[in-house]
């Protein structure tokens, strides 16, 4: 089942505040439902202008919508746009079932997700953060300014084009990239390049220091120097190692925070690390 463009003027001119509203779907997430409300209340302008006096059919499509409901914030425009198409659709043909509304709402988290978490989240939102921080470090003011601008210029107009091409292109566009396997390809990309640019700022934010020396006298060098002539940033990686395996073994972040503090204290008190 696929929809295609519906020209409806006062359907289209609600995207506006469609839009405007994608912005609060990830304040009003909860444990049993999580972004259904915020979804719901993204839809409501669009669901104005489909069923206008309709309040039955009104209510009907408010109570789909308020059904469990996840995905990256960012994307959830392209699933919004492709809704308002399937509620079209189902206010002009007697013979539409509305179960499909939800089906593909639910068929298109995952895959879109995918996306959304590799690429955004985990690549070009780290990507952001690093370059802020280096600003940040060197005292500039201009470092928090920049990853403001740099995440969310490009991120919102993902959003407004998302909503756009979902409302325009309905499910047809997501059944080609499906059937062609363009979401799995640029998932896997996106992780591989993820972990390349976190593996590459391991050395310049993940910071071990020892006043260890090997020798003495002035024959006496620096265990740190002596490590890194084997592997540059050893004992970085070896930390950063040892929190990827507490994760790895379902470890809660508060109690890895503790560990890394704990450890910090202790090590500084027996002089095996220092600031």
Not at 83 to 103: Q, T
Request: glycine share 6%; aromatic share 8%.
């Amino acid at each position: 089942m696929t929809t295609q463009t519906v020209s409806n003027p006062a359907v289209k001119k609600s995207l506006r505040s469609v839009f405007w509203r994608t912005f609060t779907m990830g304040a009003s997430w909860e444990y049993t439902r999580q972004m259904a409300t915020g979804y719901a209340y993204a839809m409501t302008p669009a669901l104005r202008a489909i069923y206008k006096d309709e309040n039955n059919a009104m209510s009907q499509a408010l109570i789909r919508h308020m059904q469990f409901f996840n995905i990256t914030n960012v994307l959830a425009p392209i699933t919004l746009g492709t809704s308002i198409a399937m509620e079209e659709e189902n206010n002009k043909n007697p013979d539409f079932d509305p179960e499909l509304i939800n089906n593909i709402k639910v068929s298109l988290m995952g895959p879109l997700s995918a996306v959304g978490d590799s690429l955004i989240l985990t690549t070009w939102r780290i990507i952001c953060t690093g370059i802020s921080i280096a600003l940040c470090k060197a005292g500039n003011v201009f470092g928090p300014i920049l990853f403001l601008l740099a995440y969310n210029v490009p991120t919102t107009i993902i959003r407004y084009f998302g909503l756009k091409l979902g409302y325009e292109q309905g499910t047809s566009l997501m059944s080609r990239m499906s059937d062609s396997n363009i979401i799995q390809s640029i998932s896997e990309k996106a992780s591989i390049l993820g972990m390349m640019v976190i593996g590459a700022m391991v050395p310049s934010y993940v910071i071990v220091n020892s006043p260890i020396q090997i020798g003495t006298g002035k024959a006496a060098v620096s265990l740190i120097k002596t490590l890194d002539q084997i592997l540059p940033s050893m004992l970085p990686i070896l930390a950063t190692l040892a929190v990827m395996w507490m994760l790895k073994k379902k470890w809660k972040v508060g109690w890895i925070l503790i560990v890394i503090i704990a450890f910090s204290i202790i090590g500084t008190g027996l002089k095996i690390l220092s600031a």
